[in-house]
């Protein structure tokens, strides 16, 4: 038989243990435990001599209290204190909780991002909530969206179905970008999202035999991506936000786990997905710590 005062006892444990674990998922581990995850590969198609250091931030999600423009600033530092010779952001600056987060606006987390430097420069692509953001946008199912225009305010060019290239110790090498993927919300009920990305037409904009690493914001693109490609670096997922022994149980992917988090490799062909930064839909990570990528190609 259990006692009352047993019951009572059984009770307050379970509210503490329930207090504690929520102050984690929601408080701690979102705040305090950012860290650098790093890779080191030599991806297919990589010339001997290129030495490449990309630093990537994902899934920035911009609000207050959380991601406030104080502590995308010191990111920003944590990044160029990396000595990166390339910055890349993976999309996704804009926040999507509007109901239990204040704004960030976009001259204020694109102001922030202003100071991440790198010999060879920041590039960026955006995310589809930097489009579902954009109300004139949406209507006009064109851009250039709000977040595009802050970024290349503050010096950051975002690459659309683009491609850049740039040199290092005399190689070149193609930084891709894609369009997102899920940019235009639909009109009618249960319909997809409608992506923007043209696949083709961006790497037919790579003009000789040096590497490309892709940028696109969702992994999803991956099984289309050719051989060509030496490496596509996504966000999007934030990992589940919940990750236990390497399966989440929510994942925005039609592929489900299969590209929720980290290096993918199939075909000859490799996918690093971030985990990210923020948060979307609920304010809650647990096994999935802010991370800043950092990649050793070469
Ligand atoms: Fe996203």
């Keep these: ?40 590969l030599t991806p297919p198609h990589w010339p001997d001599g290129l030495k490449l250091r990309v630093v990537a931030l994902a899934d920035i999600h911009a609000c207050r209290p959380w991601m406030t423009p104080e502590r995308i600033a010191s990111l920003a530092e944590e990044a160029n204190a990396l000595q990166p ?36 420069g920041v590039l960026s692509i955006l995310g589809n909530h930097d489009w579902w953001a954009d109300g004139f946008a949406q209507r006009a199912e064109v851009g250039p969206t709000i977040a595009r225009k802050a970024l290349e305010k503050a010096g950051i060019p975002v690459l659309e179905n683009d491609a850049v290239r740039l040199e290092k110790d005399g190689h070149g090498v193609w930084i891709a970008g894609l369009a997102d993927q899920l940019a235009l919300l639909p009109k009618r009920k249960h319909e997809p999202p409608r992506g923007l990305d043209d ?15 892709l940028l696109a ?14 490496l596509t670096l996504s966000g999007h997922t934030h990992g589940g936000q919940v990750r236990l022994f390497g399966y989440s149980p929510i994942v925005p992917s039609q592929y489900g786990n299969r590209y929720a988090y980290g290096h993918v490799v199939e075909n000859d062909r490799d996918l690093i997905v971030s985990g990210g930064l923020g948060f979307s839909n609920l304010p ?12 050793d190609l070469g």
């Design 1 to 40: 038989m259990i006692t009352r005062r047993g019951f009572l006892r059984f009770i307050g444990g379970s509210f503490l243990s329930v207090a504690s674990f929520s102050a984690y998922a929601v408080g701690i581990e979102p705040m305090l435990l950012t860290h650098v995850k790093r890779y080191a």
């Design 85 to 120: 010779d390339l910055i890349v952001l993976l999309g996704d600056y804009i926040a999507g909780m509007r109901l239990v987060s204040q704004r960030v606006t976009p001259p204020e987390w694109a102001g922030a991002l202003s100071g991440l430097k790198a010999p060879l």
């Design 199 to 213: 696949l083709d037409g961006t790497l037919a904009k790579v003009s000789d035999a040096s590497p490309v690493i």
């Design 217 to 230: 914001h969702e992994p999803d693109i991956f099984p289309k991506v050719p051989s060509r490609v030496s």
């Design 284 to 295: 809650i990570r647990f096994g999935m710590r802010p991370e800043i990528l950092q990649i």
